[in-house]
């Protein structure tokens, strides 16, 4: 499909940059201030458009990785809620005909199960076993904040270099399907 | 799903008063996030025209001095994410005597902000601050927005910088770094007036807007995390594990208060000017969100690694400390109370938590339409990714 999102994404920042930046008068210094951070947002947008699908269903692969993790050290299933959250996330990951927003959608409903159960079981097991379930699942985050911190390293919050991967190494360490 | 995301756009009285009871805050701050929800769902927020606001500010000085005014010159100001800023001149009488063009700012609350806190509070405390160091002088408040619109406070203008002119930083200043001759400068100033902020007496009439946890009890840790902990229940677009085990963690935790402290909150580079010829520090900025209770906060704040700077690959807090360790000596040369090293371990996760809820919470719920630079929001919630793995790093190391 013609124009790609990259080309128009390219054309809107040529002309932010080139026409619109320097037409500021330069005593607004918020709007110099906000026009660059809007070039700045597309150039984020450009890199992370193509990977948008990816990501969300590694993310929800990472969940599903962590509720079954969680229930095993339980010793018990967490909740239907959960294990049918779980089964939603893993049916829009395997299907073509699904939107981004489904799989978004699949994906909130599952890390909203998989907090609350998270929470209860914490509440509800012996000790030893709430430490376990604390470590793993602080384990288990690490998949998900590299992808995270992965997508939005542009913007140069990041404090961590050694760290830090690209998108594509972050989304090729979660776990598989 | 539908029904959470459903609340948090428009809120129910009741679902308002179960988060109220669940995470008890104190009155004022309570006040806030509660006048917050309130007005969640209205329309999306423009800022008054440039005229309009002239004339209500009029009415507001008028209200609070003697003879004419004029206000000249009003225009925005940029350096914050939180509050609508604007800086004028003013010609006044100021204790009998006629002055003209001091410049003065004003700060208006938008429809939203990253961080919903109280004209009031920040008055009391820059007022409490101004003999201890320097402070932009504050006259006149609105704090309940009658006459502005708006809750607002004008202040002085004081001169200086952020950020020594050759330097790049991304916004608010964070990322700054300081060339080893202007640290040099700043640090024993700046560690000189939070050791002050911390040990100042706090006398029975003082700052009334505030509670006053107990020492000898956990009450103040309670505090803040449940002050924290409705904000990202109010404002999180989606739920995260990382928050869930902090929260946990830092309730298992909780430690005891040695010595009530006023705790600046927000006592980091960008919120304090300087000049950039002497490096002398001008003003301590950004007050609101101040609070009663343990100072291990301020320095913990300083050291959270959202704020690190590189220098030949060498890590600094905030572009001014080369380590805990020299901040640490700094603060206690310059006459600061004793410093637990575990309990600055606990207010580093919590003010990490609370990073992490600023960017993913509140920065994109009131960026959503609500303010004057949503954009600016929008960029800011990018740093919750680096403080999730902070949180994990720091939970890791603690579990």
């Known amino acids: 499909m013609q124009p790609s999102f990259d080309l128009r994404i390219r054309t809107m920042n040529k002309a932010l940059a080139e026409v619109v930046l320097p037409a500021i008068d330069p005593d607004n210094k918020a709007a110099a201030e906000q026009l ?48 049918d959250a779980v089964a939603v996330t893993k049916d829009v990951g395997t299907r073509h005909n699904v939107t981004l927003s489904q799989i978004r959608d699949a994906n909130y ?40 911190r992965a997508f939005v390293a542009k913007t140069g919050f990041d404090v961590f270099p050694d760290t830090l991967k690209s998108i594509r190494e972050s989304l090729e360490a979660a776990p598989a399907g | 799903m539908q029904d959470r995301i459903a609340l948090r756009a428009r809120p129910t009285d009741q679902w308002i008063a179960e988060l109220r009871e669940r995470y008890p805050a104190e009155a004022s701050i309570d006040e806030a996030l509660t006048r917050k929800l309130k007005r969640r769902g209205q329309p999306a927020y423009h800022s008054p025209s440039f005229e309009e606001i002239g004339e209500r500010l009029h009415r507001l000085i008028s209200a609070g001095t003697e003879g004419d005014i004029a ?66 002088r504050v006259h006149w408040i609105d704090d309940d927005g009658s006459v502005m619109g708006t809750p607002a406070l004008v202040s002085s203008f004081v001169a200086g910088v952020q950020k020594p002119s050759k330097v790049s930083s ?26 002050a902020l911390h040990k100042a007496p706090i006398a029975d009439g003082d700052l009334p807007s505030f509670s006053r946890p107990a020492v000898g009890t956990t009450e103040a840790a309670e505090q803040i995390v449940n002050w924290w902990g409705r904000c990202w229940q109010e404002d999180l ?22 010595h009530l402290s006023v705790v600046h909150g927000d006592f980091r580079t960008g919120n304090f000017l300087f000049e950039e010829d002497t490096g002398q520090i001008t003003a301590i900025l950004d007050w609101e969100l101040g609070y009663l209770g343990d100072r291990h906060a301020d320095l913990a704040w300083v050291v959270t690694d959202l704020y690190r700077t590189y220098e030949d690959g060498k890590p600094f807090h905030c572009g001014l400390f080369e380590s805990t360790d020299a901040f640490v000596d700094a603060y206690e040369a310059a006459g600061g109370l004793p410093i637990d090293r ?58």
């Open chain 1, 36 to 83: 660059q951070l809007v070039i700045g947002s597309l150039n984020l947008m450009q890199e992370q458009i193509d990977y948008a699908n990816w990501y969300e269903i590694a993310d929800g692969r990472s969940m599903v990785a962590m509720a079954e993790k969680v229930a095993e050290l339980a010793g018990q299933p967490l909740s239907k809620e959960l294990d």
């Open chain 1, 109 to 148: 409903a599952l890390r909203e199960t998989l907090c609350d159960a998270i929470s209860k079981v914490l509440s509800t097991v012996d000790a030893e076993t709430a430490r376990a379930i604390s470590r793993a699942v602080i384990d288990l985050t690490e998949d998900q904040t590299s992808r995270e």
């Open chain 2, 71 to 136: 206000i000249r010159n009003l225009r925005s100001l940029t350096g914050g994410a939180s509050k609508e800023q604007f800086v004028f001149e003013l010609d006044w009488i100021d204790g009998g005597v006629r002055r003209t063009g001091d410049r003065m700012v004003l700060r208006c609350e938008p429809a939203a902000s990253i961080v919903e806190t109280d004209r009031r509070r920040e008055f009391e405390l820059m007022s409490f601050a101004g003999p201890l160091m320097p402070v932009p």
């Open chain 2, 170 to 195: 991304n916004v608010t200043g964070m990322g700054t770094h300081f060339p080893k001759a202007l640290r040099d400068l700043l640090v024993p100033q700046y560690a000189r007036y939070m050791a």
């Open chain 2, 237 to 258: 677009y989606e739920p995260s594990v990382i928050s869930l085990m902090t929260e946990d963690w830092l309730r298992r935790n909780a430690p005891t208060l040695d």
């Open chain 2, 342 to 399: 575990k309990k600055l371990a606990w207010h580093k996760v919590f003010c990490t938590w609370k990073q992490y809820i600023l960017s993913l919470g509140c920065a994109l719920r009131a960026g959503d339409g609500l303010t004057h630079q949503d954009v600016l929001l929008s960029w800011l919630s990018a740093g919750g990714y680096p403080i999730a793995e902070s949180l994990r790093l720091q939970l890791k190391a603690a579990e």
